[in-house]
T-cell receptor
Framework: GNSVTQMEGPVTLSEEAFLTINCTYTATGYPSLFWYVQYPGEGLQLLLKATKADDKGSNKGFEATYRKETTSFHLEKGSVQVSDSAVYFCALPSGGTSYGKLTFGQGTILTVHP | KAGVTQTPRYLIKTRGQQVTLSCSPISGHRSVSWYQQTPGQGLQFLFEYFSETQRNKGNFPGRFSGRQFSNSRSEMNVSTLELGDSALYLC??????????????FGPGTRLTVL
């Protein structure tokens, strides 16, 4: 099945710093790719997605580009805020007939200091 | 449109007991998936239901079971609880009839603590 390797953290940044969280995948074909975010004490929220190669997903200042050449979907933000402190997960469908199953990376804990 | 809701939000049980968790998907979503999240194992897939049928199951023991009702609401049950079952249980729903791998929308989770 499909798999994802995510840069593990934790990542600690100062407010307004640039953020990159690396995500690479192994997949059959070109599945949709997702970034989810989990704030303390909450469930997962879909942050952004890309459904085909070269697509750029964006939301709340975060961006990620679906790059098939490097099988990557790195998450970036130009200027982080304290409120961005959370755990970030890269994910993709597990593949084959694996209905309703997403495969997630291990998660990256981001802490932003004022 | 209301999001995915899960009840209860917090639960404390003792070893050997059983527990039932409930999930109400977004209106119109017929697929419901369940995940277990722990610090050590991360997010692990439990099972998925669509139109009251279990279509997919993860690698969990038979103590973990689920079902889906005609209104798409889903429940999962864990019998003979073990300490290692302490986790955040997340439910996710997705839209019907489209690609198998559509995006999923998650609820806030049920935090289960087994003492």
């Amino acid at each position: 099945g499909n798999s994802v390797t995510q840069m593990e953290g934790p990542v600690t940044l100062s407010e307004e710093a640039f953020l990159t969280i690396n995500c690479t995948y192994t997949a059959t074909g070109y599945p949709s790719l997702f970034w989810y975010v989990q704030y303390p004490g909450e469930g997962l929220q879909l942050l952004l997605k890309a459904t085909k190669a070269d697509d750029k997903g964006s939301n709340k200042g975060f961006e990620a580009t679906y790059r098939k050449e490097t099988t990557s979907f790195h998450l970036e933000k130009g200027s982080v805020q304290v409120s961005d402190s959370a755990v970030y997960f890269c994910a993709l469908p597990s593949g084959g007939t694996s209905y309703g199953k997403l495969t997630f990376g291990q998660g990256t804990i981001l802490t932003v200091h004022p | 449109k209301a999001g995915v809701t899960q009840t209860p939000r917090y639960l404390i049980k003792t070893r050997g007991q059983q527990v039932t968790l409930s999930c109400s998907p977004i209106s119109g979503h017929r697929s419901v998936s369940w995940y277990q999240q722990t610090p050590g194992q991360g997010l692990q897939f439990l099972f998925e239901y669509f139109s009251e049928t279990q279509r997919n199951k993860g690698n969990f023991p038979g103590r973990f079971s689920g079902r889906q009702f005609s209104n798409s609401r889903s429940e999962m049950n864990v019998s003979t609880l073990e300490l290692g079952d302490s986790a955040l249980y997340l439910c996710a729903s997705s839209r019907p009839g489209l690609a198998v791998y559509h995006e999923q929308f998650f609820g806030p989770g049920t935090r289960l603590t087994v003492l």
